[in-house]
């Protein structure tokens, strides 16, 4: 199971880079339309997103384009697990140790993953039953696993470009599932929440 993992993160990572500047701000914008008409949107509350990085599709659009009931959160490495704090451009930004942006505030004054309403995941692949290919590194999974065997919020959503679904994903017992994938043309839809 791990070298076809393995083998897809390679090619799927390669399809999204490929994918030219017009093409990925068209997704972008297209991205947040979906987002914006997710059945789950909360009407205020906190939200969280990602930086986009490595040919990631981008959430700018959707942040900038959010109701004034919601606050943008973006990701905090914390220990193994991540932690979220509101931020907005122009905030200052520091690096974590993988060189991914995240807000420079102090790891203690960060948010817990239960604080949030919404959560939009970056992924690598997913299919149509929204089960999600990372990075490997496993934050989201561990970040989230007290959603494991028992759904509560926050309601979490992949978000990719098309060219990254596959038929099938082969899962694990510790990948936490995806209540939707949105992509620039559609919305894959999990079993919801009771």
């Known amino acids: 199971m791990s070298d076809l993992r393995k083998t897809l993160r390679t090619q799927l990572r390669q399809a999204r880079r490929a994918l030219d500047v017009p093409t990925r701000l068209a997704?972008?914008?297209?991205?947040?339309?979906?987002?914006?008409?997710?059945?789950?949107?909360?009407?205020?509350?906190?939200?969280?997103?990602?930086?986009?990085g490595d040919g990631e599709i981008a959430l700018h659009r959707w942040q900038t384009s959010l109701p004034p009931g919601l606050t943008y959160c973006l990701p905090m490495l914390?220990?193994?697990?991540?932690?979220?704090?509101?931020?907005?451009?122009?905030?200052?930004?520091?690096?974590?140790?993988?060189?991914?942006?995240?807000?420079?505030?102090?790891?203690?004054?960060?948010?817990?993953?239960?604080?949030?309403?919404?959560?939009?995941?970056?992924?690598?692949?997913?299919?149509?039953?929204?089960?999600r290919l990372g990075m490997g590194g496993g934050w989201y999974d561990r970040s989230f696993a007290f959603r494991l065997g028992q759904p509560a919020p926050p309601y979490l959503v992949g978000a990719a470009f098309d060219c990254q679904q596959v038929d099938a994903l082969p899962g694990a017992d510790w990948d936490v599932p995806l209540d939707a994938?949105?992509?620039?043309t559609a919305t894959h839809l999990a079993k919801p929440h009771p």
Not at 33 to 47: H, T
Not at 101 to 120: F, G, R, W
Not at 181 to 184: A, H, I, N, R
């Open 27 to 52: 997704a972008a914008d297209a991205l947040a339309a979906q987002l914006l008409a997710l059945p789950v949107v909360p009407a205020q509350g906190l939200v969280a997103g990602y930086w986009a």
């Open 78 to 131: 914390a220990g193994e697990q991540l932690r979220f704090a509101p931020w907005r451009p122009g905030q200052a930004l520091t690096t974590n140790r993988y060189g991914i942006p995240e807000p420079d505030i102090a790891i203690e004054d960060a948010l817990p993953p239960q604080a949030m309403a919404l959560v939009i995941t970056p992924l690598v692949g997913f299919d149509a039953r929204c089960r």
């Open 181 to 184: 994938v949105c992509t620039p």
